[in-house]
C-alpha cells in the first residue's frame, strides 16, 4: 500500500513550490495529502491542492469533515509522514512550544508520524536567535529540517531564507519514508562537544566544537531504534528527546562516563573534540597579573588519556568503534593513520575550514575502514549521521 504524507501548508509567498513538491511525491508513489493555515488560503484557494491531490484540503479546525468529529485526531494517524513545507517562523515557533491552535498545528502536536520542515522566510526572520532557538528545539526532538537556501528573497532582500528547492525536498521525504529499524535492540554510545580543562576558576583550555555531529548522531541512532547514551562536554543544544545525555566538562570527566557506557555498547562512537592536554595543577581561585606571572607565563600541560583509543584497545570482537579524524589537510592518510593507531574500525575524516566542520550544519566526510575509503558528497550533519549508520549496520550484520 502507498504511503501517505500529509504536507501542511503555511502562508508564504513560497506556496507555489508546494505544487511541485506534491507531483514529485506523486511520482514517487506517496499519496499526499493537505492541510493549510488560514493565511496559507490568502495565497492559494485550497481548490488547487484539492485538484493536484484529488483529496479533500482541510483547513478549519472546526470545518465539516463528513464523518469525521476529530479530524486533526484522524489527519495526525493517517500520515506516515508529516512534511511541513513552506513553514514560517510562526509556525515553527508554535510547534517549538506545542501551542496548537489551528488545524495544521494541532493536527502537528496529535501526530506520532516523523516530521520533516522546510522553513522559508525573510533572512532577517530566518536568523533571528528566536527562530534559530526554535529551530534547534525542534532537531531536538527529531524533527528533521530540509534548510532553507541562501539567495534573492520575495521581500527584496538577499540572504538564507528561501525554501529548498522541491526536488531536494521530495527526497529527504522519501528517504525518510524508508527509516530502517536496524538499531533496534543495539546500544549505542556518542560522545560530542568539546571538553572544557580549567587553568584556574574563571579561565580554561577548550575549542569551538558546537557538538551538532555527535547529537546528529545520538538522534539517528535513536529514530533507528538504538538506545542510545550521550555523553557531551558543554554545549548549546538541548538534550535530544528519548536519549540518556550526560554532561560533563573536562577529559577525564568524560573518560570516566565513557568507560562505564563501553562495556554494555555494541557501538561506540567518538565524535567529541577532546583536549589533547590540560593544566597539569588547575588553580582553584583566579590567577593575579602581577602576583601570579610565573604561574600565568608558563603554563604546564600534561596528556590527557586518548578515550577512543583506550576504549578501542579494550573492545570485544563484537563491538564497532568509531573515530573522526578532523583534519586541515591529507583527510584521507591520516584518518588511515589513525585507523591503525587507534585500531577503531571506521573513521570519518572531514577536512576543517572556514565553511566545513566546526559550529556549521553540514559536512563533507570520508569514511575510512581496514577495507575502503568512501568519498561522500557535501551534505547535512543529518545525513551524514545517516550514512554513518548505514555502515555500521551493514559491519553488525
Ligand atoms: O588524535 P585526534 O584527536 O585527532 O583523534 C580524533 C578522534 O579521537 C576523535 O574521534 C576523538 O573523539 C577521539 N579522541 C578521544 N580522546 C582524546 C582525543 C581524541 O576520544 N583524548
Same mark, same amino acid.
Not at 21 to 29: A, D, E, T, V, W
Not at 251 to 256: G, I, Q, T
Not at 316 to 329: H, K, S, Y
Not at 377 to 384: E, G, H, N, V, Y
Given at each position: 500500500?502507498?504511503?501517505?504524507?500529509?504536507?501542511?501548508?503555511?502562508?508564504?509567498?513560497?506556496?507555489?513550490?508546494?505544487?511541485?513538491?506534491?507531483?514529485?511525491?506523486?511520482?514517487?508513489?506517496?499519496?499526499?495529502? $493537505?492541510? !493549510?493555515? &488560514?493565511?496559507?488560503?490568502?495565497?492559494? %484557494?485550497?481548490?488547487?491542492? #484539492? =485538484?493536484?491531490?484529488? @483529496?479533500? *484540503?482541510?483547513?478549519?479546525?472546526?470545518?465539516?469533515?463528513?464523518?469525521?468529529?476529530?479530524?486533526?485526531?484522524?489527519?495526525?494517524?493517517?500520515?506516515?509522514?508529516?512534511?511541513?513545507?513552506?513553514?514560517?517562523?510562526?509556525?515553527?515557533?508554535?510547534?517549538?512550544?506545542?501551542?496548537?491552535?489551528?488545524?495544521?498545528?494541532?493536527?502537528?502536536?496529535?501526530?506520532?508520524?516523523?516530521?520533516?520542515?522546510?522553513?522559508?522566510?525573510? $533572512?532577517? !526572520?530566518? &536568523?533571528?536567535?528566536?527562530?534559530?532557538? %526554535?529551530?534547534?528545539?525542534? #532537531? =531536538?526532538?527529531?524533527? @528533521?529540517? *530540509?534548510?532553507?537556501?541562501?539567495?534573492?528573497?520575495?521581500?527584496?532582500?538577499?540572504?538564507?531564507?528561501?525554501?529548498?528547492?522541491?526536488?531536494?525536498?521530495?527526497?529527504?521525504?522519501?528517504?525518510?519514508?524508508?527509516?530502517?529499524?536496524?538499531?533496534?535492540?543495539?546500544?549505542?554510545?556518542?560522545?560530542?562537544?568539546?571538553?572544557?580543562?580549567?587553568?584556574?576558576?574563571?579561565?580554561?583550555?577548550?575549542?569551538?566544537?558546537?557538538?551538532?555531529?555527535?547529537?546528529?548522531?545520538?538522534?539517528?541512532?535513536? %529514530?533507528?531504534?538504538?538506545?542510545?547514551?550521550?555523553?557531551?562536554?558543554? *554545549?548549546?543544544?538541548?538534550?535530544?528527546?528519548?536519549?540518556?545525555?550526560?554532561?560533563?566538562?573536562?577529559?577525564?570527566?568524560?573518560?570516566?562516563?565513557?568507560?562505564?557506557?563501553?562495556?554494555?555498547?555494541?557501538?561506540?562512537?567518538?565524535?567529541?573534540?577532546?583536549?589533547?592536554?590540560?593544566?597539569?595543577?588547575?588553580?582553584?581561585?583566579?590567577?593575579?597579573?602581577?602576583?601570579?606571572?610565573?604561574?600565568?607565563?608558563?603554563?604546564?600541560?600534561?596528556?590527557?588519556?586518548?578515550?577512543?583509543?583506550?576504549?578501542?584497545?579494550?573492545?570485544?570482537?563484537?563491538?564497532?568503534?568509531?573515530?573522526?579524524?578532523?583534519?586541515?589537510?591529507?583527510?584521507?592518510?591520516?584518518?588511515?593513520?589513525?585507523?591503525?593507531?587507534?585500531?577503531?574500525?571506521?573513521?570519518?575524516?572531514?577536512?576543517?575550514?572556514?565553511?566545513?566542520?566546526?559550529?556549521?550544519?553540514?559536512?563533507?566526510?570520508?569514511?575510512?575502514?581496514?577495507?575502503?575509503?568512501?568519498?561522500?558528497?557535501?551534505?547535512?550533519?543529518?545525513?551524514?549521521?545517516?550514512?554513518?549508520?548505514?555502515?555500521?549496520?551493514?559491519?553488525?550484520?
Amino acid at each position: 500500500m502507498s504511503k501517505t504524507v500529509l504536507i501542511g501548508v503555511t502562508g508564504c509567498v513560497a506556496i507555489y513550490k508546494t505544487c511541485e513538491i506534491i507531483r514529485g511525491l506523486q511520482k514517487g508513489g506517496v499519496r499526499a495529502k $493537505v492541510v !493549510m493555515t &488560514e493565511s496559507a488560503t490568502h495565497f492559494i %484557494n485550497p481548490t488547487l491542492f #484539492r =485538484s493536484l491531490t484529488r @483529496e479533500p *484540503v482541510a483547513v478549519g479546525l472546526f470545518d465539516d469533515a463528513p464523518g469525521d468529529p476529530i479530524h486533526h485526531v484522524s489527519l495526525a494517524k493517517e500520515a506516515d509522514l508529516f512534511l511541513i513545507a513552506p513553514c514560517t517562523a510562526n509556525v515553527m515557533a508554535k510547534m517549538a512550544h506545542g501551542i496548537a491552535d489551528d488545524l495544521l498545528t494541532t493536527t502537528a502536536l496529535a501526530t506520532t508520524a516523523p516530521i520533516v520542515i522546510a522553513p522559508a522566510m525573510n $533572512v532577517n !526572520m530566518y &536568523e533571528n536567535v528566536a527562530t534559530q532557538q %526554535n529551530m534547534e528545539t525542534l #532537531r =531536538s526532538r527529531g524533527i @528533521e529540517f *530540509v534548510d532553507a537556501e541562501s539567495g534573492y528573497l520575495a521581500c527584496g532582500d538577499e540572504g538564507k531564507g528561501r525554501l529548498a528547492d522541491p526536488a531536494v525536498i521530495v527526497k529527504a521525504v522519501l528517504d525518510r519514508l524508508n527509516v530502517k529499524r536496524d538499531l533496534e535492540g543495539k546500544r549505542v554510545l556518542v560522545t560530542a562537544g568539546p571538553t572544557v580543562e580549567p587553568i584556574d576558576a574563571v579561565r580554561f583550555i577548550s575549542n569551538p566544537s558546537s557538538g551538532k555531529m555527535g547529537f546528529a548522531i545520538a538522534v539517528a541512532a535513536h %529514530n533507528r531504534g538504538a538506545d542510545v547514551t550521550l555523553v557531551t562536554g558543554p *554545549v548549546s543544544l538541548e538534550d535530544p528527546a528519548g536519549i540518556e545525555t550526560v554532561h560533563v566538562k573536562t577529559a577525564l570527566e568524560m573518560f570516566d562516563a565513557v568507560e562505564s557506557a563501553f562495556g554494555e555498547s555494541d557501538i561506540a562512537i567518538f565524535t567529541a573534540a577532546v583536549s589533547d592536554y590540560r593544566p597539569a595543577s588547575p588553580v582553584e581561585r583566579k590567577l593575579k597579573k602581577g602576583a601570579d606571572d610565573a604561574a600565568l607565563e608558563t603554563l604546564e600541560l600534561v596528556e590527557n588519556p586518548d578515550i577512543l583509543a583506550t576504549m578501542a584497545s579494550r573492545k570485544r570482537p563484537d563491538q564497532l568503534v568509531v573515530g573522526f579524524a578532523a583534519e586541515t589537510e591529507n583527510v584521507e592518510a591520516n584518518a588511515r593513520k589513525k585507523l591503525v593507531g587507534k585500531k577503531a574500525d571506521l573513521i570519518v575524516g572531514n577536512l576543517v575550514s572556514h565553511d566545513n566542520g566546526f559550529a556549521i550544519d553540514e559536512n563533507e566526510a570520508m569514511l575510512v575502514d581496514a577495507r575502503a575509503s568512501k568519498e561522500l558528497p557535501r551534505m547535512t550533519k543529518a545525513q551524514l549521521a545517516c550514512a554513518i549508520l548505514d555502515e555500521l549496520s551493514l559491519a553488525l550484520q
